[in-house]
């Protein structure tokens, strides 16, 4: 069941014998991850959930970037980069700009004019794309599709 985590655990090791300090500590903090969530909803944790984890904890490294690049302080932002390539390796590929903008476009043409806005389109078209899609990509895509 818990197949991420196996893999996870097992590349931890290997970034421990190779002294692989960033990786060691990114790995270990989405294992810490695992054990918090599981802790907190009191039973294992399914593949999806470890999945959510890893998104989290990607998404984290993001905000991250954008606030240690807004403070001038570079460095501390190409860790955050590094660290977030490392979780995004376990995750599954995410849609293009083209895919994603394929999929509004035709549930724009489904939904009657009346109804076009910004949450009727994110409600049909994110569980469509869920955890294959930046949700801040996909909301841009459907603002620029209702503008033209």
């Not at 985590?5 to 590349?11: C, E, G, K, V």
């Not at 014998?17 to 054990?35: E, K, P, V």
């Not at 302080?73 to 979780?87: H, N």
């Not at 076009?116 to 294959?132: D, S």
């Amino acid at each position: 069941m818990a197949k991420l985590r196996d893999q996870i655990a097992s590349d931890l090791k290997d970034a421990m014998r190779a002294r692989d300090q960033l990786r060691m500590d990114t790995l270990r903090s989405a294992l810490s991850g695992f054990t918090y969530k599981r802790t907190e909803s009191g039973q294992e944790l399914t593949e999806a959930d470890e999945l959510d984890v890893v998104r989290r904890l990607a998404r984290q490294r993001g905000d991250a970037i954008a606030e240690f690049e807004r403070a001038g302080r570079t460095e501390l932002a190409q860790k955050e980069r590094t660290e977030r390539e490392i979780l995004q390796a376990y995750l599954p590929a995410q849609r293009s700009p083209g895919e994603v903008r394929e999929i509004v476009q035709s549930v724009l043409a489904e939904l009657p004019p009346e109804n076009r806005n910004t949450g009727a389109v994110m409600k049909v078209v994110m569980p469509q794309l869920r955890g294959q899609a930046d949700g801040n990509l996909v909301r841009q895509i459907v603002a620029e599709e209702l503008a033209l």
